[in-house]
């Protein structure tokens, strides 16, 4: 029982073949793009809404320097996002449950911070590493902690998209067997059942949504 729950989160093959590059591929030919006309259609004008607002809003704790990073940072949250939320169909595969991908986003990510920082502001950025006002004796240690923690944290950033993206799939797929199995012998069990499958999918439609932006607010803090 336990193999076929963890069965969903498996990169899925035809012929022998990884389909992972197509599920990583598909989210961006759903993204309509603009047209040559001089005005798009509804959905290109709620498309492009939704990429300022968002822009906008993960930009105002970032100085001007780091506005050049708006592209990127878009970009990286409209793939996120739709792999989130197409991963909630049936019989869809989540390449955002696998730690290995997740890893892969955040580690060159964090990394190009940790260095453009060293390079541009190097006073500032070691200046982190120790809290002002530290008693001298703590000094060393703190430097060390601070230090681990620097280097935890492209982990941490890709563990939590992938265990609560990984959690709720389990979740969903629990209360749908529990509420498929009583519907025989207990209808009234299974339709209470199966209105908290409905709100626990609408759920995990926010959830998808916030921790692809909380990934981005992270890496961009």
């Known amino acids: 029982m336990m ?3 963890f069965d969903q989160f498996m990169s899925p093959t035809y ?4 389909l992972i590059v197509l599920a990583l591929g598909l989210p961006w030919i759903l993204w309509p793009s603009p047209s040559s006309r001089w005005l798009n259609n509804r959905l290109v004008t709620l498309q492009s809404w939704f ?12 100085n001007t320097g780091g506005h050049k990073w708006a592209l990127i940072l878009a970009s990286l949250m409209t793939f996120l996002l739709s792999m989130n939320l197409l991963g909630l169909l049936p019989y869809t595969f989540t390449p955002t449950t696998q730690l290995s991908l ?3 986003l955040a580690v060159p990510f964090w990394l190009a911070t940790v260095i453009i920082g060293m390079r541009n502001q190097p006073t500032a950025a070691l200046g ?3 809290p002002e ?3 001298t004796p703590l000094i060393p240690i703190l430097i060390v902690i601070e230090t681990i923690s620097l280097f935890i944290r492209p982990l941490a950033l890709g563990v939590r998209l992938t265990a609560n993206l990984t959690a709720g799939h389990l979740l969903i797929q629990l209360i749908a067997t529990a509420a498929f199995t009583l519907m025989t012998s207990m209808t009234t069990v299974a339709l209470l059942t199966t209105s908290i499958l409905f709100l626990l999918t609408l759920l995990e439609i926010a959830v998808a949504m ?3 932006y909380v990934l981005l607010l992270l890496l961009s803090l």
């Open 15 to 18: 012929l022998g073949m990884p």
């Open 133 to 135: 006002g530290t008693p």
């Open 210 to 212: 916030i921790q692809a």
């Open 102 to 104: 997740n890893m892969g």
């Open 51 to 62: 990429l300022n607002r968002f822009t906008q809003q993960l930009l105002l704790p970032i």
């Open 128 to 130: 982190h590493l120790l």
């Open 3 to 5: 193999t076929n729950l």
